[in-house]
């Protein structure tokens, strides 16, 4: 073996050192910090290995508790608040059944803020050392989901294994792992001294939130690491030749790469001509796009007509407010959980797909809007909660200058107008994990600081 390579192993395996006896120290002054890590890498994994985590983190913490470590802040408060109001939907549900399933899964939005409220509290360091570990996780899990997309283009010769929910499975969803990678890909982004390593992790990462081919999230990438380039008073020379290469990679990577291309592409040819084919769905018969005016305004739409995301989410906000006009649920929504039979029902008045052998149809979809989904399930109060809570977290984000919690707090808001993330488990824990752990002792980060 050459020097050099004895010199990288070397220095590898100083590095994991460290980072073990780091790890065990701060464990050692903050019981739960271990298990608050392991709750969050947890989230990909099945839904009982998550709970178990979270479970964990929950008892060490209740363990850990002191009398003077109680401390009421209003930032987690709000969380509890929407719980509760979620909870209490189960009096005028009209699914009693299904609202009974789902308040056990958005449970994470009580138990995590009354955690951080009862529990040790985290210094900036602490804070920053979490972050840390998270973003390497979750590089892991990207090298992990690359190697094995790899190995089964290898067995099977369908490249579409590298491309959105076939990467990670729809299980764990595409377009939640862009999330979970994003805000990994801005901590190593943001750092004031980057190794190599830390650059070839920067692109690895970029590549693969742009393999999972959520345009919203690559949108707002993008946008974010202009931000941090123009405006963020860290960046330096050396960031601004970061951030050209990665804009190249993100723009090299959509223009050849004909099944993401496609996916933008449909967006704005469904919308300069309607009644476009689409061609994505084989010689088994003439599929034509949706537009955005047609999803709005038609109404009754054939069995052949394909709904592009944009459009798909302008028909589900507009039957949405013909739910508002036709049912008393303005107050009090459907309940948690229960707007699904009002969904399928709006399918068949407007005679959307309704499925077939090989695909589901699109009355069985929710509504791909958290603040939609949350209104329609709880009425305006906890449409208001929602944006309560991303509001607090947008002002305490500019407020602390963290540049990943800024990425946090505009990437939920924009994730949250075309997905319903707090519909899975998996979203309501990394919601509420993150945002108790940035919005938690904020006065705290200023004397830290000082």
Known sequence: MTSTGKKSMANTSNYSTNAFQELKNETKRNPPFLFFILAVLSIPMPYAVNGIAVGLFALVTVISCKKSNIRIERSLVFPILLYLLMALSLVWSHDREAT??????????LVLPVCFIIGPKYSLNQKRKIMMFYSYGILLYCIFYLLKALVTYFRTQDFSVFFYHNLVTEDVNAIHVSIYAALAFFWFFTKNTKRLADKLAMFLMATFIVLLSSKNVIFVLVLLIIFYEIFYYKATQNIKWITLGLLVLLSATMLFSGKIRDRFLVEFRSNQQEGTL??????????????????????????????????FRVYQFRIFTEMLAEDPIFFTGYGLNATDFRIEQKGLEHTIFSGNAENEGYQKKNFHNQYVQLFAETGVFGFL????????????????????????????????????????QRGVVFFAAIYCLFNSGIAMKFRDKE
Do not use: C
Not at 398 to 408: A, C, G, P
């Open 100 to 109: 009974t399933r789902a308040i056990s899964k958005v449970l994470p939005l």
């Open 278 to 311: 689409n061609t994505d769905f084989g010689p088994q018969g003439q599929v034509y796009n949706v537009s955005i005016k047609q999803a709005w305004e038609k109404e009754h739409f054939q069995q052949n007509e394909y709904f592009p995301g944009a459009a």
């Open 385 to 424: 909660l929602l944006l309560v809570i991303v509001f607090l977290n947008l002002k305490n984000a500019f407020k602390t200058k963290d540049f990943v919690h800024i990425s946090f707090a505009i990437l939920m808001i924009s994730l949250f107008l075309t997905e319903s993330f707090l519909a899975r």
